[in-house]
């Protein structure tokens, strides 16, 4: 059985307030572009409309006036799911133990520790927001098989928003990167009816497409001993052919610890076209936890119920066997709320 203690070192709203003022690292590019929002309930309802440029049409004088259908809606809802960290051993818990056999306390060091275990288990937490960002913008699909839980929620990307290439552009000398790029570009026109803003890719795509022999011969021509083009010379054959200059790279790994491998949040072998702005089409909603909601009713911490969303942190008393940990919990998941603004090409 676990028990809060509200009179560590380090009280669980001060904690909590410290977390959530971490902000994710530089190197997590998704969370950076993405919205981080919050939620104070734990289901999200959203509709999409279907909207189509109807024509009015003529009519004879006192001729009957014509009767338009309606654009279409859909209704989705999906509910939000829960994730959390410890560190069963922490700083926090070591130094607790040498001072307690010592016979004496070093409060100063121990809020120190606690503070440096939440910011390593806030850090663990941002990552898995990056990793579930990174599959939901590739897959339109939230989906987990983890720590004995499984959830699944299909944004519902169509089919025709998926782009294959014939010829990998690994394949320098024969693959049509210009052409697959320009078919892309036409299927987000169709979705969205707007041109797309933004490709989100790895290095080893942007890499292939600077090599590309058909890119490389718009770009520059039949220039001898150029069988490549500079990334500035790749921007400007992208403006000259309506796509977007504006690409970010993804190459973040984050350590699985079920696995004991460094895993990709955005595959190698993606390239995905957005609007500039990802607000309207992807973000990340935190919730309410039970554990938030535990500490809004103890009426021991200054967190109100609108602050209640999002992370929340704590040093937790658990036992028998007993021992005193630094806890984190959060609820939350990725909403893709503008599938049609998102064309996913498997390039490489």
């Not at 121990?110 to 910011?119: E, K, P, T």
């Not at 699944?152 to 693959?175: E, P």
Request: hydrophobic share 45%; proline share 5%; with cysteine.
């Amino acid at each position: 059985m676990a028990e809060i203690l509200y009179d560590a070192p380090v009280a669980p709203d001060e904690l909590t307030y410290a977390m959530r003022n971490l902000s994710p690292a530089p190197d997590l590019v998704l969370s950076g572009i993405a919205p981080i929002t919050t939620s104070d309930t734990n289901t999200v309802r959203w509709g999409e409309i279907t909207r189509r440029n109807r024509l009015a049409k003529y009519r004879s004088f006192d001729g009957p006036i014509p009767v338009s259908q309606r654009d279409t809606a859909e209704d989705r809802l999906v509910r939000l799911a829960p994730f959390s960290n410890s560190l069963n051993l922490g700083e926090y818990e070591r130094l607790q133990q040498e001072f307690l056999a010592m016979g004496g306390t070093q409060s100063a060091q121990l809020v120190r520790a606690i503070y440096n275990d939440a910011r390593n288990l806030v850090l663990s937490m941002h990552c898995r927001v990056e990793k579930a960002l990174g599959t939901v913008l590739t897959t339109g699909i939230f989906d987990v098989n983890e720590n004995n839980f499984r959830a699944q929620a299909n944004f519902g990307i169509a089919g025709a928003n998926f782009f294959t290439a014939s010829v990998v552009w690994s394949t320098s000398a024969t693959a049509k990167a210009g052409d697959d790029l320009r078919a892309m570009r036409s299927k987000f026109v169709a979705s969205a009816g707007v041109a797309p803003g933004r490709i989100i890719t790895s290095e080893a795509v942007v890499n292939a497409l600077m090599v590309n022999a058909q890119i490389v011969a718009e770009a520059i021509g039949t220039q001898v001993g150029r069988s490549w083009i500079t990334r500035e010379e790749l921007n400007a054959w992208l403006r000259q052919n309506r796509l977007p200059d504006l690409v970010t790279e993804v190459e973040t790994t984050v350590y699985n610890d079920e696995t004991g491998a460094d895993e990709r949040v955005f595959p190698q072998n993606k390239l995905v076209m957005t609007p500039a702005s990802l607000a309207g089409v992807l973000e990340f909603r935190y919730g309410l936890s039970a554990t938030a909601l535990e500490l809004v009713q103890s009426n021991r911490c200054e967190i109100s119920f609108a602050d209640a969303p999002g992370i929340v942190g704590m040093v937790v008393k658990e036992g028998p066997p007993f021992r005193q940990f630094t806890y984190v919990d959060a609820v939350g998941m990725p909403i893709m709320s503008g599938t049609k603004q998102v064309v996913v090409g498997t390039v490489l």
